[in-house]
Each structure stands twice: as structure tokens, then as C-alpha cells.
């Protein structure tokens, strides 16, 4: 099992300019979730999806924040226009119903400039 | 609403002293609970949980934490700490619902472990 994969690991931007972070959860998980860990704020729910319908996006913080999951296997967190304040690490997170655990990517590491 | 509380930032033992991490919860049902280890640069790796069944919990690494309803605790130790310890560790909480379906977690702000030489 590959677990779940962010495979950007840094990620680097200009102020004002779009960045996508991408997750690829575990084969045969129907849940999936993004959050975000700032030393600030600790760890953030951004927005969570069952069968790849999203069910809560309350922690998203601005409009300038969307998620996709086009399919079970590929999910997709925009940003735009990116701000610094967005810098932080994205970490995505999938899960099996009923199984109580989530298991985490390595998370990808957002700093904007 | 649910929400956890982890008393102390930063804990520093000796190696192979006794770890003892505080993790206090709310909620209004019976709840779920986790802790996570996260080490540099890398993600969030389940250590342990309780669901139901038996308060006293074992996880990996030694790790091990007890449900008390009666403190709304779920308190992680390990007799023996080592080097290889130190990292972060969050507590996390949520509560199941009727389907059984996963529901999100709620974290800790966090404890840093440092494991002294």
C-alpha cells in the first residue's frame, strides 16, 4: 500500500499567482480530507468528502480557496490568488467508513513570496 | 461541540524515563479518541485510539493511553522513553454517528516531546 500521496513536498509561489496542491488517497478509502497546520493555528480542517462528494468546506477560509475530487483517486486544493499568509503546510488525509483513523500524506509545504 | 485540550506545549524526559502526555476532552457524546505522532517534516501517523470496549489502550511504540470517562482523559504514556520519541504529538477527538461513518477529527494544539540524553 502506497499510502496516501502528496507528491509535491514544497511547493513555492508568488503573491497573486495560482497554486494547486494535490492528494492522491489510499485505493478503496471513501473518505477524504484536507487540512492545514500553521504554528498559529495548529491543525485545521479545511474541508472534508465522502465519494467524492465534498460534505463540509466550513473551514475554508476565503473564497479564494476551493477543493475538487474529480475521482476517488485524485484530489485537488486550489488557491487563488495566493496570499503569504496562505503559507503553511496542506496536509491530506484519507480514510475508510467506519475505521475511526485517518492516514495522512507527507503533506506539502506552501510557502508564497 | 467537541473540542481537546492538551496541558503543556513542551515535555522534556530523560531517556528511559516514564512519558506522560495530558490530553482532556468535551464532548457532549461519548466520544472517539486518538493521539498522533508527527515527526519532522513528515505527516501525522496514528499511534493509537479508543472507540469502545476496553479503557486501556495499547498503540505502536510502546505507547499506550486509558479512557477515563470520570476525568474526560485520555492521558498517553510509555514506561521508557527514547530518543527516537521525540516528536509531536496530538490528541484528537470525535464522536460516531449512527451509520458508522468516519466523521472529522477534532486535534490538540500539540505536545513537543524532547527526549534528553
Known amino acids: 500500500d502506497a499510502g496516501v500521496i502528496q507528491s509535491t513536498r514544497h511547493e513555492v509561489t508568488e503573491m497573486g499567482q495560482e497554486v494547486t496542491l494535490r492528494c492522491k488517497p489510499i485505493?478503496?478509502?471513501?473518505?477524504l480530507f484536507w487540512y492545514r497546520q500553521t504554528m498559529m493555528r495548529g491543525l485545521e480542517l479545511l474541508i472534508y468528502?465522502?465519494?467524492?462528494?465534498?460534505?463540509?468546506d466550513s473551514g475554508m477560509p476565503e473564497d479564494r480557496f476551493s477543493a475538487k475530487m474529480p475521482n476517488a483517486s485524485f484530489s485537488t486544493l486550489k488557491i487563488q490568488p495566493s496570499e503569504p499568509r496562505d503559507s503553511a503546510v496542506y496536509f491530506c488525509?484519507?480514510?475508510?467508513?467506519?475505521?475511526?483513523?485517518?492516514?495522512f500524506g507527507s503533506g506539502t509545504r506552501l510557502t508564497v513570496v | 461541540a467537541q473540542s481537546v485540550t492538551q496541558l503543556g506545549s513542551h515535555v522534556s524526559v530523560s531517556e528511559g524515563a516514564l512519558v506522560l502526555l495530558r490530553c482532556n476532552y468535551s464532548?457532549?457524546?461519548?466520544?472517539?479518541l486518538f493521539w498522533y505522532v508527527q515527526y519532522p517534516n513528515q505527516g501525522l501517523q496514528l499511534l493509537l485510539k479508543?472507540?469502545?470496549?476496553?479503557?486501556l489502550v495499547k498503540g505502536i511504540n510502546g505507547f499506550e493511553a486509558e479512557f477515563k470517562k470520570s476525568e474526560t482523559s485520555f492521558h498517553l504514556t510509555k514506561p521508557s522513553a527514547h530518543m527516537s520519541d521525540a516528536a509531536e504529538y496530538f490528541c484528537?477527538?470525535?464522536?460516531?454517528?449512527?451509520?458508522?461513518?468516519?466523521?472529522?477529527?477534532?486535534f490538540g494544539s500539540g505536545t513537543q516531546l524532547t527526549v534528553l540524553p
Open positions: 479508543y472507540t469502545t470496549g476496553a479503557t
Open positions: 485505493s478503496g478509502h471513501d473518505y
Open positions: 488525509a484519507s480514510s475508510l467508513r467506519g475505521s475511526y483513523g485517518y492516514t
Open positions: 484528537a477527538v470525535t464522536f460516531p454517528i449512527s451509520s458508522g461513518s468516519a466523521r472529522q477529527l477534532t
Open positions: 464532548s457532549s457524546v461519548p466520544p472517539y
Open positions: 468528502f465522502n465519494n467524492n462528494v465534498p460534505i463540509d
